[in-house]
């Protein structure tokens, strides 16, 4: 598995790998010798048996953690690959539960002291309990966009194993998947792109009017569906205005805090809005809607599905009743824009746009073969090279895990858009572990170590808008919390909660059980910004 499990951060591994590996190997503005490159001793093998940047796997994701990731920095989107029935999980980086308000409590600093008192006596379970007083609303939570869901003929439940394929190219950024069913060849491309600010879907096949698929859009959050007079499939939805009330974890079983908020109290939420667009071939293929929602495809050469997506979300000051943005008018503007290319257009601006990026850094620890070596040998997928590393030297599988990292920054954070939270910028859950949040006590400083490092300097710019914006109310919270002398001290390392960019600003203010490794934040979060100015 490639996404790294719940509750870690995406980049921990890339951090590991460029500090040990590379610094290790060579230094910037040196000559690297043939002698100073990891020489495997199965290293004939290795170099004409595995593609260094290519993500694989022969089968469906079973897991959320299978799937694999597309994003432009503001859109993702989860490809599971299923071929009879598809779900492609969507994200939008704006979405989140929550108004602004006051996420620090009023009584904090009397509570800090029963906190502290507790802890110096060993009752953590009570003192866990007792710091629930130092905020006031629980922090808010990250929420997805919905599905896509396609639909095919039972004829695909049917396919031939042996010929599934799918595979995220990291050099274009882009997921294929392929398979045979019936003695026909079907293809599905996937990328998110930046410049047209969409994520597009060709499918395809070898033969001549034998696409038939139905699609529609999905969300677990409130929302409605429907088809337009443009056969387009049109999504509008709400985020809840109120989190659903976050559990406590005390020496027994979890309970559910007890929301500071009144409970019938339920405030406009974030509004949404999505646009899929289908494209048909010019033969003579059929397009129907079917209950209103759904749109239904026969006989067709090949498709496109172009998706945009827009929220109300205005700043993190801003309450979502007060927003002058229409997501709905938004995105459909976007469509219309990315309508105005073709495919191959599409895919070309999106190929450009991010190689700019991704072409800047190679790694080489292993010398490459001949081409027509390596086209000769077998390719296995990345699951079977992660349980062989074990036993079998592989130095490209180090590359291939360097350069994923690189990829990943790319594709969830972007000039303009929010920061990297927990899990990047993909979330299939209402209520993601520990709220999907870009927590402060060295998460989300860890996803930006290595943007200067492996030149991704452009990526960092989401993390120095955040910071600003903690500053503001940061430092009210902190009076609040620590009193006036720390507030001058601590006003960038903690704040209050919003949607959008934020939320685990309540989360990290330098109280409680955790005041230590909080108080890091401020020094961990002015390392970003030393060393780019």
Sequence with gaps: MMIVPKGFSVFLFLAFVFVVVVQSTFSVGFPVKDSDVWSSSLEENTSTRFNNLEVRFNAPAKHWTDALPIGNGRLGAMIWGAVANDTINLNEDTLWTGTPGEYSGAGAITALSEVRKLVDNGLYAEATSAALNLSGEPSNVYQLLGDIKLEFSDSHAAYIEETYRRVLDLDTATV?????????????????????????????????????????????????????????????????????????????????????????????????????????????????????????????????????????????????????????????????????????????????????????????????????????????????????????????????????????????????????????????DIEPAWDGAPHLNINLQMNYWPSLSCNLKECQEPLFDYISSLSINGNKTAKNVTGELWSKRLGCASGIGYMGENIARSRSSCVGPMANGRCLALYTLMGPLHLHY
């Excluded at 597009?200 to 959050?221: A, E, G, P, R």
């Excluded at 509008?236 to 079983?253: A, L």
């Excluded at 494209?279 to 945009?308: F, H, M, N, P, Y």
């Excluded at 009743?321 to 257009?345: F, H, Q, T």
Aim: glycine letters at 4%; charged letters at 25%; hydrophobic letters at 30%.
């Design 176 to 428: 294929k998947m392929q398979y045979s069913a019936d003695k026909i060849e079907y293809t599905r491309e996937y990328f998110a792109s930046k410049p047209d600010q969409a994520i597009v879907i060709k499918l395809s096949t070898n033969k001549t009017s034998s696409l038939n698929f139905t699609v529609s859009l999905d969300s677990k959050l409130h929302h409605h569906s429907y088809v337009n007079a443009k056969n387009q499939i049109l999504l509008e939805g709400s985020c809840p205005g109120r989190r659903i009330p976050p559990q406590v974890y005390g020496n027994e079983n979890p309970t559910k805090r007890s929301p500071f908020y009144s409970e019938d109290k339920n405030p406009k939420g974030i509004q949404f809005s999505s646009v899929l667009d289908l494209q048909i071939s010019d033969s003579a293929c059929e397009l129907r809607v079917v209950d209103g929602r759904k749109l239904q495809v026969s006989g067709c050469d090949w498709a496109v599905i172009r998706l945009t997506a827009s929220s109300s979300f205005d700043g993190p000051f801003t309450n979502p009743v007060d927003s002058k943005r229409d997501p709905g008018l938004e995105s459909l503007n976007a469509m219309e824009s990315a309508k105005g290319y073709s495919y191959s257009d599409l895919y070309a601006r999106h190929v450009n746009d991010y190689q700019e990026l991704f072409h800047r850094v190679t790694l080489e620890l292993s010398r490459s073969s001949n081409s027509s070596a390596q086209n000769e040998v077998e390719v296995i997928t990345t699951a079977q090279r992660v349980t062989l590393f074990k036993t079998y030297e592989d130095p490209s599988m180090v590359e291939l895990l360097f350069q994923y990292g690189r990829y990943l920054l790319i594709a969830c954070s972007r000039p303009g858009t929010q920061p990297s939270n927990l899990q990047g910028i993909w979330n299939k």
